[in-house]
């Protein structure tokens, strides 16, 4: 993604309190199209939706069940409904967060966001798998969640 962001102007992801070291440059700063947007799941579909509206390239990255679970509502209308682009892509697997207590727990997100008509689902678990997911995700026409376990 960073290579995507460095390339395409037209890019940005939006990050949920989590990978923000990921995308600091040198002098320790965020990448210019990169916002921690915090833990304001909602409202970051929300804005993710707008930015694919005016042509951004947009990824969306927190761990599944705030990503999921939390915004469950805004996938369906702002993203599916009305056919957003936007590609998300959750941390980890269901349970790596346990010892965090059952509100980061997500073992519903893959039949959650399977009820939805026109979202690719992708799990990869390898770091190549998870590099074409996001390549094939970038070029699909389709909306696309992206689980990286």
Known sequence: I?????ENKFS??????ISVGLFLDSNEALHERCLNVGILEQSMISLAAGMSRGGITTYVHTISAFLVERAYEQIKLDLDYN?????LVSANGPYDYQKLGPTHHCSFDIPMISQLNSIKIYAPARKEDLI???NDAKKNDNKSIDKAE
């Open 2 to 6: 960073k290579k995507q962001l460095d």
């Open 132 to 134: 074409y997911s996001l």
């Open 12 to 17: 940005a992801i939006l990050l949920g309190d």
């Open 83 to 87: 056919k957003n682009k936007v590609i």
